[in-house]
């Protein structure tokens, strides 16, 4: 039996220690810290040191805790009584460890038995962070959600060379997260000079809020997006005119391919033409050669005879039958028994397929993509509004270390084409960039591609109207790191995103999420030294995130700081604004800008 003499407990100490995780029991919580400042920021997910004699720290996190109720007999002054004594479980998971000033993962250099617990210092968890990440590299967006005195750093090489993800539903700070995110890194210099930093930030912005955030970027929208169908490629023709369920789709396939590979030589001097070549050609003519085919008719005998009304036209070859088509919607001779005969094509397949064709190259909302500024826009043009300097076609356009496309104004029929074709373009120049250094050269213009509501163009779906843009994003995930193109991918539902996209990216600010599948999917992302930490994700406030990745060197809890200027992204205050007058509406302004 113990006397109150003899009982001798420290306030706290290592009662088990596992493969990835401690327990640690504390008797007394006002002896365990040494100022209450820190007693009183102990809560899941702060930090502890661990200590033993040589002299190395394990850092952990606290995964969890419990109370523990033991009785004790004692004799106090010759009377035996019963005392409960409460005390604190705690489980932590462990971090690193700090040797020498420096923090290394892992925890095996630590000695068994620890001799010392108490909560880490301000000092010691700002080596957590800084201590392995050079002053150059570091990029910093947010402060630790357990002591926001304390600014979490990322590499900001690590975290801008290899894809990213932002991750978060609705409401959680998305928006403002990726505006903080690239706000840092445009205003960011090595050395204090005059104008823009050389960083290239494309925005595909899908729902037209970025533009308040970022009031000095190239923005483009339908009003003055210059996007030429000619630079389409191959499977983007097809998908944008083609019906995958037509029971004609042979037919119509050979015909396009045809048509627009004869256009192109007619207006190109190179000789290697193909179907995806992009290479000028005019799509009202293309157009007219398909008319023309639809009602040709011909010679009986001899096809190469076409038998217009009022003059026949003969035709040295079927390619000159293509170029006699090309110059306008001819008017055929009707059909004779033995004498004139329809054309190959003039039977009914190319009726639906030529009346989409039509719809589509005659639709006003389609203009960016087949009016007279896309067909004559020159390569060089299209390609500099993208990747953010000043172009020769527009007076509005400005050198920008940000490009903002609003695809709010793009029918849903053609945006995947649309993500596709740019995507694309923006992987090709950084392809054929290093074609032209040298080879110990880096790439000198870097390109940051970002994707916000990712999952609606690039989903994990087979369906056809997503393939133009899942192939291109694929590709960038996959190998537009070595061209210096880069992935951000933004989304509410990550468990929805290409698989082979979002296992491409490196680093993860997942912010709250409350749907359980996409809870699953992040809890993949970590690894299982970090216990229940995802546990946290559907009670997060706005703001705050889970950084994890190969940028940071431990996943960590974190409040992104605040950006300035904001985007468009406040949601609706109903209430407030059901409570004022009621308001009249102009409807005639919102048929007229439905209609353009």
């Given at each position: 039996?113990?006397?109150?003499?003899?009982?001798?407990?420290?306030?706290?100490?290592?009662?088990?220690?596992?493969?990835?995780?401690?327990?640690?029991?504390?008797?007394?919580?006002?002896?365990?810290?040494?100022?209450?400042?820190?007693?009183e920021k102990l809560r899941v997910g702060s930090y502890l040191e661990v200590a033993d004699d040589d002299n190395h720290k394990l850092i952990v996190i606290i995964d969890n805790y419990s109370i523990e109720y033991k009785e004790e007999k004692l004799e106090i002054e010759g009377e035996e009584k019963t005392l409960k004594n409460k005390r604190y479980i705690i489980e932590a998971n462990p971090l690193g460890t700090l040797v020498n000033e420096k923090f290394q993962r892992g925890g095996e250099s630590l000695t068994i038995p620890p001799t010392k617990v108490k909560p880490a210092t301000s000092d010691d968890i700002l080596k957590v962070y800084q201590s392995n990440i050079k002053d150059s590299e570091k990029f910093t967006f947010s402060k630790l959600l357990t002591d926001k005195t304390i600014e979490v750093p990322v590499n900001g090489?690590?975290?801008?060379?290899?894809?990213?993800?932002?991750?978060?539903?609705?409401?959680?700070?998305?928006?403002?997260?990726?505006?903080?995110?690239?706000?840092?890194?445009?205003?960011?210099?090595?050395?204090?000079?005059?104008?823009?930093?050389?960083?290239?930030?494309?925005?595909?912005?899908?729902?037209?809020?970025?533009?308040?955030?970022?009031?000095?970027?190239?923005?483009?929208?339908?009003?003055?997006?210059?996007?030429?169908?000619?630079?389409?490629?191959?499977?983007?023709?097809?998908?944008?005119?083609?019906?995958?369920?037509?029971?004609?789709?042979?037919?119509?396939?050979?015909?396009?391919?045809?048509?627009?590979?004869?256009?192109?030589?007619?207006?190109?001097?190179?000789?290697?033409?193909?179907?995806?070549?992009?290479?000028?050609?005019?799509?009202?003519?293309?157009?007219?050669?398909?008319?023309?085919?639809?009602?040709?008719?011909?010679?009986?005998?001899?096809?190469?005879?076409?038998?217009?009304?009022?003059?026949?036209?003969?035709?040295?070859?079927?390619?000159?039958?293509?170029?006699?088509?090309?110059?306008?919607?001819?008017?055929?001779?009707?059909?004779?028994?033995?004498?004139?005969?329809?054309?190959?094509?003039?039977?009914?397949?190319?009726?639906?397929?030529?009346?989409?064709?039509?719809?589509?190259?005659?639709?006003?909302?389609?203009?960016?993509?087949?009016?007279?500024?896309?067909?004559?826009?020159?390569?060089?043009?299209?390609?500099?509004?993208?990747?953010?300097?000043?172009?020769?076609?527009?007076?509005?356009?400005?050198?920008?270390?940000?490009?903002?496309?609003?695809?709010?104004?793009?029918?849903?029929?053609?945006?995947?084409?649309?993500?596709?074709?740019?995507?694309?373009?923006?992987?090709?120049?950084?392809?054929?960039?290093?074609?032209?250094?040298?080879?110990?050269?880096?790439?000198?213009?870097?390109?940051?591609?970002?994707?916000?509501?990712?999952?609606?163009?690039?989903?994990?779906?087979?369906?056809?109207?997503?393939?133009?843009?899942?192939?291109?994003?694929?590709?960038?995930?996959?190998?537009?790191?070595?061209?210096?193109?880069?992935?951000?991918?933004?989304?509410?539902?990550?468990?929805?995103?290409?698989?082979?996209?979002?296992?491409?990216?490196?680093?993860?600010?997942?912010?709250?999420?409350?749907?359980?599948?996409?809870?699953?999917?992040?809890?993949?992302?970590?690894?299982?030294?970090?216990?229940?930490?995802?546990?946290?994700?559907?009670?997060?406030?706005?703001?705050?995130?889970?950084?994890?990745?190969?940028?940071?060197?431990?996943?960590?809890?974190?409040?992104?700081?605040?950006?300035?200027?904001?985007?468009?992204?406040?949601?609706?205050?109903?209430?407030?604004?059901?409570?004022?007058?009621?308001?009249?509406?102009?409807?005639?302004?919102?048929?007229?800008?439905?209609?353009?």
């Amino acid at each position: 039996m113990a006397t109150t003499n003899e009982l001798k407990v420290p306030s706290a100490e290592v009662i088990a220690v596992y493969p990835n995780k401690i327990r640690i029991a504390v008797d007394d919580f006002s002896k365990f810290a040494t100022v209450d400042e820190q007693l009183e920021k102990l809560r899941v997910g702060s930090y502890l040191e661990v200590a033993d004699d040589d002299n190395h720290k394990l850092i952990v996190i606290i995964d969890n805790y419990s109370i523990e109720y033991k009785e004790e007999k004692l004799e106090i002054e010759g009377e035996e009584k019963t005392l409960k004594n409460k005390r604190y479980i705690i489980e932590a998971n462990p971090l690193g460890t700090l040797v020498n000033e420096k923090f290394q993962r892992g925890g095996e250099s630590l000695t068994i038995p620890p001799t010392k617990v108490k909560p880490a210092t301000s000092d010691d968890i700002l080596k957590v962070y800084q201590s392995n990440i050079k002053d150059s590299e570091k990029f910093t967006f947010s402060k630790l959600l357990t002591d926001k005195t304390i600014e979490v750093p990322v590499n900001g090489n690590n975290f801008f060379n290899k894809h990213f993800s932002i991750v978060g539903s609705t409401g959680s700070g998305k928006s403002h997260t990726v505006a903080k995110i690239l706000q840092k890194a445009i205003n960011a210099k090595n050395t204090e000079y005059d104008g823009l930093n050389n960083s290239h930030i494309v925005i595909f912005d899908i729902h037209g809020e970025y533009k308040t955030a970022f009031p000095n970027a190239n923005y483009i929208d339908t009003s003055n997006l210059i996007l030429p169908y000619w630079l389409l490629n191959g499977e983007e023709l097809e998908e944008l005119f083609l019906d995958s369920g037509d029971r004609n789709n042979y037919n119509q396939t050979s015909i396009l391919r045809r048509t627009i590979i004869e256009n192109k030589k007619k207006y190109s001097k190179s000789t290697n033409i193909h179907f995806g070549t992009p290479s000028k050609f005019d799509i009202q003519e293309v157009y007219n050669c398909l008319y023309n085919f639809q009602h040709e008719t011909t010679d009986y005998v001899d096809s190469l005879v076409i038998k217009q009304e009022g003059n026949d036209i003969n035709c040295a070859s079927i390619e000159d039958k293509y170029t006699e088509f090309f110059k306008s919607m001819l008017d055929f001779e009707p059909t004779v028994r033995s004498k004139i005969k329809s054309g190959i094509y003039a039977d009914g397949t190319l009726d639906k397929f030529i009346d989409r064709f039509e719809n589509k190259i005659n639709n006003n909302r389609l203009n960016f993509l087949f009016g007279t500024e896309s067909r004559d826009s020159s390569f060089e043009d299209t390609l500099a509004q993208f990747v953010g300097y000043k172009t020769s076609s527009s007076k509005d356009s400005k050198d920008s270390n940000i490009t903002i496309i609003d695809l709010g104004g793009i029918p849903f029929e053609v945006l995947s084409i649309s993500v596709s074709l740019i995507s694309r373009m923006l992987f090709d120049y950084g392809f054929f960039f290093k074609k032209i250094l040298k080879g110990d050269e880096d790439c000198e213009t870097p390109l940051l591609l970002l994707y916000e509501e990712a999952h609606k163009y690039v989903p994990k779906s087979d369906l056809v109207k997503f393939r133009a843009s899942k192939t291109a994003i694929e590709r960038i995930a996959k190998e537009g790191r070595k061209y210096g193109v880069t992935l951000g991918i933004v989304s509410q539902r990550p468990s929805e995103i290409s698989e082979t996209i979002f296992s491409q990216c490196n680093s993860f600010v997942v912010m709250r999420l409350t749907n359980p599948d996409d809870q699953n999917y992040v809890k993949k992302l970590l690894p299982d030294t970090m216990g229940n930490m995802t546990d946290t994700l559907p009670s997060l406030k706005a703001g705050d995130a889970l950084l994890a990745g190969e940028s940071i060197i431990i996943p960590s809890l974190v409040h992104i700081d605040r950006c300035s200027p904001e985007p468009k992204s406040s949601d609706i205050k109903y209430y407030e604004v059901w409570k004022e007058k009621w308001k009249d509406v102009n409807f005639s302004d919102i048929i007229n800008q439905w209609e353009k």
